[in-house]
């Protein structure tokens, strides 16, 4: 069963320090250089300087990224830019965004709270997808450092009957706590909740619920881990203690502004790539249909080209193909006798999956990628944009580029629900939870009241 529980949030003093969109940002892990550069420009407390911090020539044990981190966060404190509530709360969020696709703005609706973390294999929190532990050591270092969490994991929840936001009905009505608009054009409305009736209800409609982690897989692992080391050092009980619990922004499945784009696969070089081989070797497994390229009339056909995998992704697992110096663009299409032929070490739900059906067909046993390989990102890059990964080709930076159609949320259900694992950047759900709104602040005695 989810336990669900307010905290008292760590937030900006956002009257002092003026409109929040210089001082939020997106998750660490999807922010370039450059991006980071520009945020730390943005202004002087730029949630920024704790969530990925710069690198310095000299970094030592004593002085890097996160013991700066750490600096700054109790630099804020004490100068109140960061402000805590005295009271438990739950905080509403509201993320309107343009799709990209001509249709009409959607609003994606938010829960932040508090979520007990659970063991592996409870099924109560579901991962999908595959984690690294690089990056979870990255982030463990700077849980340590700082004794906070800073970003929420993006989770999921199924209530066809919309119970946990119609009991937030009234809250949504009301003036929110701030309304703003972010860089990227989408538009934020928040909203905090300290009515404990309120807190109730949330906690029983979520009781039996499972938990599916849409993104953050590396921070949930990583508050696990934080966790762990915490009860080594301050015991389990009482059962309730702060570090049992990790900040969520938890959606409904059946949001309507729930959306999952597509993770294109652009590979940077592949040695043994030779179009006429490649096409004459996997014709045994695909029906190949070729779409000429026309670089004057580019985004015409690209868009024609994005439309026709659509509508042949919703009958046969079909993946996209182009490569440089290609004169057409390919749809490969899955022969549905074929799809046995993946492996018996694959569970038929992992069957069912476009990413896979690439990764074993095309990339492992066509091209000799490795599984080393395939998770090597000075080889394979991940774009949402067809249009741009088409560009990266074009541009001769890239040898070639897959293109899928989106992951169903039914398949990250079914996968998840079963304790199967896709493979990495399976899904991109969009548009990402924002960073800087409210902060998890980790006080090893206090006790965390569970409705």
Known sequence: ??????????????????????????????????????????????????????????????????????????????????????????YVTSHTFDTNDGSEPKTRLGLIALVRIEDEGSGVILPHEKTFSAHKDDRLKLMRACNAQFSQIFSLYEDPDKRVMDAMREVLGGQPLLSFDFKDGSHHAFWTVQHRPLFKKVADALHDKRIFIADGHHRYETARNYRNNMRARYGHKPPNRSYEFVMMALTSMDDEGLMILSSHRVIKRCDTFSPGAFFEKIGQWFDIKEMPFSRTHGNTVVDSFKRALADRGRSRSTVGFFHKGGESFSLLSLKPEKRDEMGDDLHPSLKQLDVLVLSRFLLQRTLGFTLEDLNNEEIFHYQ????????????????????????RIEQVKEVAGSRLIMPRKSTYFYPKAITGLVFNKIDPYEIIQVP
């Open 1 to 90: 069963m989810a336990i669900v529980a307010p905290f008292k949030g760590l937030m900006y003093d956002f009257k002092t320090l003026g409109n929040p969109s210089s001082l939020v940002a997106p998750p660490y892990d999807v922010i370039s250089e450059e991006e980071q550069e520009a945020f730390y420009r943005a202004h002087p407390n730029n949630v920024i300087r704790l969530i990925l911090g710069k690198r310095k020539i000299g970094d030592s044990d004593w002085d890097n990224r996160y013991t700066r981190s750490a600096d700054c966060f109790k630099r804020w404190e004490t100068e109140d830019v960061l402000i805590r509530s005295g009271f438990p709360s739950m």
């Open 384 to 407: 949402s944009s067809l249009t741009k990964a088409v560009g990266m080709v074009e541009s001769g930076m890239y040898q070639m580029a897959f293109f899928l159609n989106p992951t």
